[in-house]
């Protein structure tokens, strides 16, 4: 997964900065509960940080939601997933924390 390409960056960039003011909360906010500081925060929603899948994962953390809410469309199926099998799956289900 090429998490820095031009296009899937500025698209992550984009879901981070949608989904951070949908909680009302500031860059600084969220610089705290990720353990960084509010510039970095703002590099990564202008898309001019590079990303790997670890800060990806605090981002998700320091929103409380699952990563797939800052990924783009396309990556959030696994490619060899059928539609047949994307149904509701067995056992409990996990949903995003709504603190």
């Given at each position: 997964?090429?998490?820095?390409s031009?296009?899937?960056?500025?698209?992550i960039?984009a879901?981070?900065?949608?989904?951070?003011?949908?909680?009302?909360i500031?860059?600084?906010?969220?610089?705290?509960?990720?353990?960084?500081?509010?510039?970095?925060?703002?590099?990564?929603?202008?898309?001019?940080?590079?990303?790997?899948?670890?800060?990806?994962?605090?981002?998700?953390?320091?929103?409380?939601?699952?990563?797939?809410?800052?990924?783009?469309?396309?990556?959030?199926?696994l490619?060899?997933?059928?539609?047949?099998?994307?149904?509701?799956?067995?056992?409990?289900?996990?949903?995003?924390?709504q603190?």
């Open positions: 997964m090429d998490l820095n031009g296009s899937t960056r500025q698209e960039a879901n981070l900065r949608r989904e951070r003011e949908a909680q009302g500031s860059q600084e906010q969220l610089a705290r509960r990720c353990g960084m500081n509010q510039s970095k925060v703002s590099r990564l929603e202008r898309g001019i940080q590079k990303l790997d899948t670890d800060l990806l994962l605090i981002l998700a953390a320091g929103l409380r939601r699952t990563v797939d809410v800052l990924l783009p469309k396309q990556m959030r199926t490619p060899n997933q059928s539609k047949a099998a994307s149904g509701p799956a067995e056992g409990p289900q996990l949903r995003p924390s603190t």
